[in-house]
């Protein structure tokens, strides 16, 4: 089974600064992808990321980038010049397919607080 | 607005009740989901409908059973509610099975029981 761990229960970083949040994942599987989702306390699950496993490049959306290391099944979150709006736990997801069928699985998220 | 749309928002409701929430999604997606999150915030896959046919159904108590009308719909009936059943139920969807595309969430609904 998958399983998708983000090992920094709680993180906090001040405003304009740089934040990595961390993720590691165990899988079998050779082709897979890769998710970061932001929660703010509105509850609403936010696409930040998205990364395909067999791109070797890292992918970016302006201030989020992800450091992806497949060797190591390492997938973290950089966060460049954070805003207060970041202020959310973040989750990393893991999806395979597997006989037509997909599932994101989550990791237990990290709470991050951006302060002023 | 295209979007992911849940109904209600918030329950409560009192143990041993039946309660059923609603989810539709404009988006013209194929597969539809049913996450569960409980009180530490761990989200946890229940069922995933494509085109009205079940394809995930996890380790579920058969209280609980989803229903798909069509593929825009996927709504979550709850019998007989347990204490444990509080948690933020959150639907979801995605397109073209197979490509690993993200989901994109409903709002979520608070259920508690009391």
């Known amino acids: 089974a998958q399983t998708v761990t983000q090992s920094q229960p709680e993180m906090s970083v001040q405003e304009a600064e740089t934040v990595t949040l961390s993720c590691t994942y165990d899988t079998s599987e050779s082709n897979y992808y890769l998710f970061w989702y932001k929660q703010p306390p509105s509850r609403q699950m936010i696409l930040v990321i998205r990364?395909?496993?067999?791109?070797?490049q890292n992918a970016t959306e302006n201030r989020f980038s992800v450091n992806f290391q497949k060797a190591a099944k390492s997938f973290s979150l950089k966060i460049s010049d954070s805003q207060l709006g970041d202020t959310a736990m973040y989750f990393c997801?893991?999806?395979?397919?597997?006989?037509?069928?997909?599932?994101?699985?989550f990791g237990k998220g990290t709470k991050l607080t951006v302060n002023p | 607005d295209t979007a992911v749309s849940q109904t209600p928002k918030y329950l409560v409701t009192q143990m041993g009740n039946d309660k059923s929430i609603k989810c539709e999604q404009n988006?013209?997606?194929?597969?539809m989901y049913w996450y569960k999150q409980d009180s530490k915030k761990f989200l946890k896959i229940m069922f995933s409908y494509n085109n009205k046919e079940l394809i995930i159904n996890e380790t579920v108590p058969n209280r609980f059973s989803p229903k798909s009308p069509d593929k825009a719909h996927l709504n979550l009936h709850i019998n007989s509610l347990e204490l444990g059943d509080s948690a933020v139920y959150f639907c979801?969807?995605?397109?073209?099975?197979?490509?690993?595309?993200?989901?994109?969430f409903g709002s979520g609904t608070r259920l508690t029981v009391v």
């Open positions: 990364q395909e496993a067999y791109k070797q």
């Open positions: 997801a893991f999806m395979t397919i597997q006989g037509g069928s997909e599932k994101l699985v």
């Open positions: 979801a969807s995605s397109q073209y099975r197979g490509a690993g595309n993200g989901y994109t």
């Open positions: 988006l013209g997606h194929d597969t």
